[in-house]
């Protein structure tokens, strides 16, 4: 019997940005070009195999936060609009992000490389 | 005597690729980003249905009856805001339409006023007066209008009507006697309607102020063809007599030029229906045409309109405030990005990338990040050339995220520049060179 699962398919787009005062990642959620949530995760490679792991907020609500801040949350910006927003000075070193996401009961993973 | 101020305005954005279609990696010249981003083939088939349609016919409509009248006391008077973005792409791609609106501005009953260059928000950047990238487009938009139309615009409007006590004193500052703005309730306590002239508060400015009257406008650019309406079918006769009841001083009615032929079809009569409203409206010994100046100087204020800052008013939404451009995250978030990174391009010193950056300055395309799903919301996706304001999102995220980028790496390559090295450096640097080579 065919599962039900095989017509989901999650596309996940990141887009990571170092400016001069934060780093930011815009992460977009698709299923078949139309704007999905799923429940992600975002871990950075650090040098010598550290990483930082970055989860959604607790509430997850839509919100956005301005670059002052310094938490560990994934902001949801919209319905499929994802967004992560540190001034974390450890984050700078990163060279990968790994952003992995829960959809309609399967894992989905996509790597970018830091510009 | 009363006045009608008929004011059009026109205007075409550059529209972007939807996002899914952006790939903007490995790119890192302002061309390939300009020819990656913007949507050339549309804009030019959107630029040629929409002169169908609307520009040729209309122009030629309004270029009639100017003429029609042109001997008689009172004539027939028009004015327009024709948009840079606009105007550029006129002159790359129909000239001729350019050909109609200059007969327009040289018969004399055409006014053309001044605006924002790139029809953006920049109004909102800087604080009290001192607002530079907004009074540069304004500047460029003079220019524009006086090279190509050869007039020099006396009146101003903002882009879609945003208007505020700041903004009225940065416009007045910069030489205006007379802008435009909404005449919304809120704005015109007690006796106050949309049939005279304001200025600010005075210790704020003298500019004086013309207040769209909503209703009147909205009948023909909205409700022309709408059968629910209890007005429905709108004839020139039964307008103008709504027009000849005004008890104040001055009636206008601005609206979208695209009223005409675009979001009302010519099946729906508008075309005949514009036709035939001068004579009908002239029939009223009491009333004329006139232009925004005209109306400025012929009539005195009679009162203030206090605006704040925090209370901006525009024409858009039922709102008829700033919040179909600025009113989700997705769209503060690109606002915000807009001016942060307009310093890291204009410090790149790149002209091509100043002129990117202004580009994706234009209101359109926050407008299209817009999630009200009431009414507006469907007036919002009508205008969309995307399928979800995420999509509109998503573009604008990866066309500014690679502006920056390349930026950077302009500034980066002219600090290794051979062309202004240290003063006694023997040889210029070979990376240097490279970089430049590679743009």
């Not at chain 1, 949530?37 to 607790?58: C, G, Q, R, V, Y």
């Not at chain 1, 910006?77 to 009961?105: D, P």
């Not at chain 2, 001997?71 to 792409?89: I, N, P, T, W």
């Not at chain 2, 980066?412 to 240097?432: D, T, V």
Request: glycine content about 6%.
């Amino acid at each position: 019997m065919a599962n039900a699962n095989m017509f989901f398919m999650l596309e996940i787009q990141v887009i990571p940005q170092i400016t001069k005062k934060f780093f930011r990642v815009v992460i977009f959620l698709k299923d078949h070009g139309i704007d999905a949530d799923a429940d992600i995760s975002a871990t950075f490679i650090l040098p010598h195999n550290k990483e930082i792991i970055f989860l959604p907020t607790p509430d997850k609500k839509i919100n956005y936060v301005y670059p002052e801040s310094t938490s560990r949350f994934i902001h949801r910006i919209e319905r499929g609009i994802y967004m992560i927003q540190s001034k974390n000075k450890a984050i700078f070193l990163a060279k990968k992000i790994i952003v992995n996401a829960k959809y309609e009961g399967k894992v989905y993973k996509k790597d970018a490389s830091i510009q | 005597m009363s006045s009608i101020c008929f004011y059009f305005q026109v205007h075409q954005p550059w529209r972007l690729k939807p996002g899914h279609a952006i790939n903007t990696s490995g790119i890192k010249t302002a061309q390939r980003l300009e020819e990656t981003i913007f949507d050339s083939g549309k804009n030019q088939e959107i630029l040629k249905k929409v002169a169908t349609k609307c520009y040729y016919p209309a122009t030629k409509t309004l270029l009639g009856l100017i003429d029609e009248f042109k001997g008689e006391k009172r004539k027939f008077k028009v004015s327009y805001s024709l948009s840079g973005v606009f105007l550029d792409a006129l002159e790359k791609f129909d000239p001729n339409l350019l050909d109609l609106f200059k007969q327009i501005a040289k018969s004399k009953c055409g006014e053309f006023l001044n605006e924002t260059y790139y029809h953006s928000l920049s109004s909102f950047w800087g604080t009290g007066t001192d607002r530079p990238e907004f009074r540069e487009q304004v500047k460029m938009h003079q220019e524009c209008i006086k090279s190509l139309l050869g007039y020099k615009a006396k009146a101003f409007r903002n882009t879609e009507l945003l208007y505020n006590n700041l903004i009225a004193k940065t416009v007045e500052d910069m030489g205006y006697k007379v802008m435009l703005a909404e005449g919304i309730e809120r704005v015109l306590e007690g006796w106050k309607s949309p049939e005279y002239i304001y200025t600010p508060p005075e210790n704020i400015s003298k500019i004086k102020v013309l207040l769209r009257n909503y209703r009147l406008s909205d009948d023909v650019s909205y409700r022309f063809s709408a059968r629910w309406s209890s007005a429905w079918p709108l004839t020139a006769d039964k307008y103008a007599a709504w027009l000849s009841a005004c008890q104040g001083e001055t009636l206008n009615l601005f609206m979208d030029y695209e009223t005409f032929g675009e979001h009302q079809w010519e099946d729906t009569g508008i075309f005949n229906f514009i036709r035939h409203l001068p004579r009908e409206v002239l029939k009223y010994p009491h009333i004329d045409f006139a232009t925004p100046s005209e109306v400025a100087q012929r009539y005195p204020a009679r009162g203030t309109i206090d605006v704040h800052e925090y209370a901006t008013i525009s024409w858009a939404d039922l709102e008829r405030d700033a919040s179909a451009w600025l009113g989700n995250s997705m769209q503060r978030f690109v606002f915000s990005e807009l001016e942060r990174i307009g310093k890291i391009v204009r410090q790149s010193g790149d002209p091509e990338l100043i002129r990117i950056w202004r580009l994706l300055q234009t209101s359109d395309h926050l407008y299209y990040c817009c999630t009200k799903y009431w009414a507006d919301g469907d007036v919002h996706k009508y205008f969309s050339p995307y399928g979800t304001p995420q999509n509109a999102f998503e573009g604008l995220v990866k066309s500014l995220t690679q502006l920056e980028y390349i930026a950077k790496l302009k500034i980066k390559s002219a600090s290794k520049s051979p062309l202004i090295r240290e003063p006694g450096l023997a040889a210029p640097a070979i990376e240097g060179i490279g970089d430049l080579i590679n743009g």
